[in-house]
């Protein structure tokens, strides 16, 4: 499989619906083994030769026959499918969303009460129940919690008074401390069996007036991406970076 990261514009003018559009059975793709080996899928239609391209960078799709490697693509996003046909110049766009769950790019100001920061799935922002009932398993391997990142293990909200209280940045934290981890998680849910891993990124500011406007702008940038789904850019939404500061 040709697992190269290819990162092409977004195209200006791409076609939707168009008849040899590539199809992968459903819109949401779920991974169903959970013996280590990696799930591929591929379309199960014939959209003839051509070249195979995604939109936002996560995906590993291989670029001349369209297989998706499930396992190693980036899960809980949205991804728009592109094909060129061999002998055309149009972008023929499918999407195609990779179950798993993520968490908002934000800024949270804890003298205001915003204290917790909480999951949602399948690219959806406003799908929260998967692991409301408590019947996920959060953080398997205790890398997050062993950063004192305050995760309940069943729900996947983070406490992220708690997170600041336990010194997950240190005993003196500066702005613009950071740390990074890797949560595993199961969700179940009778889609995906095997255990899906995502990248985090904590960043302290003592006050939300201290952050710089370059970063404010990004995190609301990639908010309204996600919330609109919008995947007709180049940018890399992970890992999602939650910004937690004292004061406004």
Same mark, same amino acid.
């Given at each position: #499989?040709?697992?190269?990261?290819?990162?092409?514009?977004?195209?200006?003018?791409?076609?939707?619906?168009?008849? $040899?559009?590539? =199809?992968?059975?459903?819109?949401?793709?779920?991974?169903?083994?959970?013996?280590?080996?990696?799930?591929?899928?591929?379309?199960?239609?014939?959209?003839?030769?051509?070249?195979? $391209?995604?939109?936002?960078?996560?995906?590993?799709?291989?670029?001349?026959?369209?297989?998706?490697?499930?396992?190693?693509?980036?899960?809980?996003?949205? =991804?728009?499918?592109?094909?060129? @046909?061999?002998?055309?110049?149009?972008?023929?766009?499918?999407?195609?969303?990779?179950?798993?769950?993520? +968490?908002?790019? /934000?800024?949270?100001?804890?003298?205001?009460?915003?204290?917790?920061?909480?999951? =949602?799935?399948?690219?959806?922002?406003?799908?929260?129940?998967?692991?409301?009932?408590?019947?996920?398993?959060?953080?398997?391997?205790?890398?997050?919690?062993?950063?004192?990142?305050?995760?309940?293990?069943?729900?996947?909200?983070?406490?992220?008074?708690?997170?600041?209280?336990?010194?997950?940045?240190?005993?003196?934290?500066?702005?613009?401390?950071?740390?990074?981890?890797?949560? /595993? $998680? @199961?969700?179940?849910?009778?889609?995906?069996?095997?255990?899906?891993?995502? @990248?985090?990124?904590? #960043? +302290?500011?003592?006050?939300?007036?201290?952050?710089?406007?370059?970063?404010?702008?990004?995190?609301?940038?990639?908010?309204?991406?996600?919330?609109?789904?919008?995947?007709?850019?180049? =940018? @890399?939404?992970?890992?999602?970076?939650?910004?937690?500061?004292?004061?406004?």
């Amino acid at each position: #499989m040709d697992e190269e990261v290819l990162v092409v514009p977004y195209p200006l003018h791409p076609v939707m619906n168009c008849s $040899y559009s590539p =199809y992968y059975g459903d819109t949401l793709v779920c991974l169903p083994n959970g013996n280590g080996a990696d799930y591929i899928v591929s379309p199960v239609n014939s959209p003839g030769a051509g070249r195979y $391209y995604s939109w936002p960078v996560g995906m590993i799709i291989d670029h001349y026959t369209g297989a998706i490697n499930v396992t190693q693509s980036e899960p809980g996003m949205k =991804y728009m499918i592109g094909f060129v @046909k061999q002998g055309s110049t149009d972008t023929c766009l499918t999407p195609l969303i990779v179950t798993g769950m993520s +968490y908002m790019d /934000s800024v949270h100001v804890l003298s205001d009460n915003q204290n917790t920061s909480s999951p =949602y799935f399948n690219a959806d922002p406003n799908l929260f129940s998967a692991c409301a009932s408590g019947n996920c398993q959060i953080d398997i391997n205790g890398q997050v919690t062993n950063k004192n990142i305050a995760i309940n293990k069943t729900t996947g909200v983070i406490d992220l008074q708690k997170t600041l209280d336990q010194g997950a940045f240190g005993l003196n934290p500066v702005n613009g401390d950071y740390i990074e981890v890797t949560l /595993s $998680y @199961k969700i179940n849910d009778g889609c995906t069996k095997g255990v899906q891993k995502m @990248k985090l990124k904590f #960043m +302290y500011f003592n006050s939300k007036a201290q952050i710089d406007v370059a970063l404010i702008n990004e995190v609301l940038s990639k908010q309204a991406s996600i919330r609109g789904g919008n995947t007709n850019t180049s =940018y @890399k939404p992970r890992p999602p970076l939650i910004i937690i500061t004292r004061y406004n």
